[in-house]
């Protein structure tokens, strides 16, 4: 046999092999493959090339290193396999050993550059800033708000402040998973460590944003890097369900779940609530909904190493709310919003109907 490649084939020999010899039941789910219409990049098809790559069976090079960077990490082919395979975290460990040797694309590359550039600024601000307050509440609101949505930022503070009934606090630190899923392993660590620190001291600690929810809860643990856990906006949002006024303002509404919130946190019944809650009724459906509902396109990086394809999926998800009757789509995920907002539909997060409806205490 070829000489061992990729440690990754050490650690994730089951599930490579699973995929490997699988008649590929979970095909039809991976929104990736579904508008490229290519084998290679079908669940099957890139955990094949990783295994073939960790077997040393292919050369390491960009052409055969791609695959790992086609998969929004929706988790849905986990869904629909009976062996309920982590397809997602195995290309995400794929990544990391590609990257480590340059066989990332240009997408990540660039992504992991300006994250660092951005952190290398952010250095400065951090030396020269006062004792935080330990009274306050750290909110985590996620860069992907603060940076692309702002007005949701702010609301998602506000509504924090009004939940908790404590003074809010924005965590500086960014979560790291633009370079998880970038492939920069040690930058990762190195962002989950900054964070980690930033939040030991103080009482309360509240993620928004459920992709750097996830990352903290569980992409920190598989680093090695211990955390305080946070607790999620949705979830203050219905232990509070009294004090959210109906609004009268609210058009009909349909819910889009975010993968990330769904299947990466089993989150499914508190945003219907909330939903519910504020506008007098059950929220509009997909076809595809909850455990089986469909990605935006916005997650993985896949935006950046293959902006058509992801916007070929925004772009289906737009279509189908539209042919369903329309209304207000509301999701709760800057990555969702963000491609949403710019391939088009005026979606609004959660977050924001949360704040116009919270009463004050
Ligand atoms: S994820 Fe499951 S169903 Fe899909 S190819 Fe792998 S083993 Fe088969
Ligand atoms: S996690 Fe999603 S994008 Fe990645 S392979 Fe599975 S279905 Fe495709």
Request: hydrophobic share 40%.
């Amino acid at each position: 046999m070829s000489q061992l490649r990729l440690k990754l084939l050490e650690q994730h020999r089951t599930s490579l092999e699973k995929c490997v010899y699988c008649p590929k039941l979970s095909r039809a789910a991976c929104p990736v493959s579904n508008v490229e219409a290519n084998e290679t990049v079908t669940p099957w098809g890139k955990m094949s090339m990783a295994y073939f790559a960790a077997r040393g069976d292919v050369p390491l090079d960009a052409p055969h290193a791609d695959p790992a960077w086609a998969c929004s990490a929706c988790y849905a082919c986990r869904e629909r396999c009976d062996h309920k395979n982590e397809v997602a975290t195995v290309l995400t460990d794929a990544r990391a050993e590609l990257f480590a040797r340059g066989l990332e694309p240009e997408g990540a590359r660039r992504v992991a550059a300006r994250f660092r550039a951005r952190e290398d600024g952010r250095a400065g601000e951090r030396d020269g800033r006062a004792q935080p307050d330990p009274a306050a509440v750290h909110v985590l609101v996620g860069c992907g708000y603060e940076r692309h949505a702002p007005d949701v930022a702010r609301d998602a503070l506000e509504a924090t402040e009004a939940l908790t009934g404590a003074p809010v606090r924005p965590v500086r630190a960014c979560c790291g998973l633009p370079l998880l899923y970038a492939g920069d392993r040690p930058g990762f660590e190195a962002a989950a460590r900054r964070l980690a620190a930033e939040v030991e001291a103080g009482e309360r600690f509240v993620a928004v944003d459920p992709g750097c929810a996830r990352a903290v809860r569980v992409e920190y643990a598989r680093a090695g890097v211990s955390v305080k856990s946070p607790e999620l906006f949705v979830d203050l949002a219905q232990a509070s369900l009294d004090r959210l006024q109906r609004s009268t303002s609210e058009r009909r509404v349909r819910y889009h779940d975010p993968c990330q919130l769904g299947r990466g946190l089993d989150r499914y019944d508190a945003p219907r609530e909330i939903l519910a809650r504020i506008t007098g009724r059950p929220p509009e459906e997909f076809i595809h909904r909850r455990e089986h509902a469909d990605c935006s396109g916005g997650g993985g990086l896949v935006p950046a190493t293959r902006p058509a394809s992801s916007a070929a999926i925004a772009d289906g998800r737009i279509a189908e709310h539209r042919a369903l009757g329309g209304g207000l789509l509301v999701t709760h995920c800057a990555q969702s919003l963000r491609r949403f907002r710019t391939r088009g539909e005026p979606a609004e997060d959660l977050a924001s109907l949360v704040a116009r409806a919270v009463a004050p205490r």
